[in-house]
């Protein structure tokens, strides 16, 4: 599969998940710095069920943001497309559980909605490789 032609849809989307995903991965290092800063000056910050929500809400951001790079970089090079469905098929899964948590926490915004098109797109994208190359 070394001439693997990737259509552009997945080569576009590829790319924006790129970028999503490293600045999924900088905001949990910003995340992490402004904990560490929280905890170095001592500030009470309350309970600590809320101290781990934070931790939690970080390394799963950073989980998010991993996933995403390499799926992006996966999609670019048209490789493994069958790895590519299942990364997409988990952020997926996030985005949904994202939109389920804004409705119940009555937050829920369009962007929230909007943020799962990047995602299916790129599904697409790897579903049209995957018909392309068989």
Partial sequence: MSNTK??????????????????????????????????????????????????????????????????????????KLNVCLVLIAIIIAICVLDVVLALVQGVFTWYTAISLILPVLYLLGVLAARKQNA
């Fill in 6 to 79: 990737v259509p552009t849809l997945l080569k576009v989307t590829s790319i924006l998940v790129i970028i999503g995903g490293a600045l999924d991965i900088v905001v949990g290092l910003v995340g992490a710095l402004l904990g560490a800063v929280v905890i170095y000056a001592g500030i009470e910050t309350g309970t600590a069920a809320l101290a781990w929500l934070g931790t939690l809400l970080i390394v799963l951001s950073l989980i998010y943001g991993v996933l995403k790079l390499v799926a992006g970089i996966l999609g670019v090079q048209g490789k």
